[in-house]
């Protein structure tokens, strides 16, 4: 016990070489940007576009979108990221909401049938914590109404459905490198289109974007030295009351746009080698709790799609009542592990001034929100913080 005291697993990190962070910061080429562009886009496939944050690559599809039709209304899950509300609003735009599917995450399908209509520019698929979602359905149902599908894919960088790429199969999906993302440079974004046209068009209001500010570049190697220690177990228990400062459960407000800069450029291209390996190690520590925590009454937990090879970035967990929610993490970290609500109200209810009261109602969302706990299952995690993880639920809920 006196080690877990010290020793405690955040719920969400990536590892960083301090190495790295000090050849990408003081050494970046002028070229790392169009370097790690054609890593980016062998891997995909597709020309992507780069920008200093996944809200800002997202704008990029949006605001391109939003050039060739006249349609101006958004279509997100009601339980998501908050802010890509914003998002959609600084475009010009108009959110509409659709319920979710607990199953899934994704959206409940017959709602979402009510919703699309021909106001809608696009459909909006999260891949929440990195479970690669089917989209076919959803597909089908856009095209005949003449609407986009955009995929999120910010927390599912590495997942794969079916042997695919998550984020390869919608007009335009957008990826964040942003911190507890599953590769992160503490910012950064990237979008990429199906369609040239639409790539081309992307790229062009890339070229647009404002460099940050100097100071924000200059302080760049103490955020990442810091996220790098806060990454660490042994640092993170020893340093939480630090740590804990950086931690936010306000909304955010106003969000503001930048370029990709070229020293997170080059991080991103010295750790994007590591990626498929943490994306395994990921997989195989959700899928171990998700087996074990599937079986146990009073815990849901979302469903793997069949061919699903998903890189959590972590694992989510619906659990019965508030009470259990909040006895289960003082458990846990006690054990050593530090879990979290990571969305604990829906969207609506994080800004509800977009959204009247009675207009419509998502009652998945509300019932999930505050009780979706999320446990780390990051390379960091060893196979004995697992075995802590499911004996604290077997504790509270039964083998």
């Not at 605001?63 to 997100?76: G, I, M, P, T």
């Not at 919703?115 to 076919?136: K, M, N, Q, S, Y």
């Not at 599953?182 to 790229?203: F, I």
């Not at 498929?276 to 990921?282: L, Q, T, V």
Request: net charge positive; with cysteine.
């Amino acid at each position: 016990m006196g080690r877990s005291r010290i020793r405690k697993v955040p719920p969400a990190a990536v590892r960083i070489r301090f190495r790295d962070i000090l050849i990408a910061s003081f050494s970046a080429r002028r070229g790392s940007v169009e370097s790690f562009r054609e890593t980016l886009r062998r891997h995909f496939g597709r020309d992507p576009s780069l920008a200093g944050s996944g809200s800002a690559a997202f704008s990029l599809i949006l605001r391109a979108l939003k050039e060739r039709s006249d349609r101006r209304e958004v279509v997100l899950p009601a339980y998501t990221v908050p802010g890509l509300h914003l998002v959609v609003g600084k475009a010009g735009l108009a959110t509409r909401l659709c319920d979710v599917d607990p199953d899934t995450l994704g959206y409940d399908l017959p709602a979402l049938e009510q919703v699309v209509g021909r106001e809608t520019l696009a459909v909006v698929v999260v891949h929440l914590f990195g479970f690669p979602l089917e989209v076919d359905a959803i597909l089908r149902m856009a095209e005949t109404r003449g609407a986009a599908v955009v995929e999120d894919a910010a927390q599912a960088l590495g997942s794969r459905l079916r042997g695919d790429w998550a984020g390869r199969h919608g007009a335009a999906s957008f990826f964040s490198f942003e911190r507890g993302k599953n590769l992160s440079a503490y910012g950064g974004g990237s979008a990429v289109a199906r369609e040239a046209d639409l790539g081309d068009r992307m790229r062009s209001l890339e070229a647009e974007l404002p460099a940050r500010p100097f100071v924000s570049r200059a302080a760049l190697p103490f955020l990442l030295v810091g996220l790098g220690m806060a990454s660490r177990p042994r640092l993170y228990g020893w340093g939480y009351p630090f740590w804990r400062l950086f931690k936010s459960s306000r909304r955010h407000e106003t969000l503001s746009y930048f370029s990709m800069d070229r020293a997170r450029a080059s991080l991103l291209e010295r750790s994007w080698p590591r990626l498929e390996g943490e994306s395994y190690r990921r997989m195989m520590n959700g899928r171990y709790l998700h087996a074990w925590l599937g079986k146990m009454k009073g815990v849901h937990v979302p469903r793997i799609g069949a061919g699903g090879f998903p890189a959590f970035t972590r694992l989510p967990v619906i659990i019965e009542s508030l009470e259990k929610v909040r006895a289960v993490r003082e458990d846990l970290w006690r054990e050593g592990m530090d879990a979290s609500v990571m969305f604990p109200r829906t969207v609506s209810q994080s800004y509800p001034e977009g959204f009247p009261p009675g207009r419509e109602e998502f009652p998945h969302a509300e019932q999930l929100a505050p009780r979706l706990l999320t446990l780390p299952v990051h390379p960091w995690v060893r196979p004995m913080d697992l075995e802590r993880m499911v004996s604290v639920f077997e504790r509270r809920f039964g083998r």
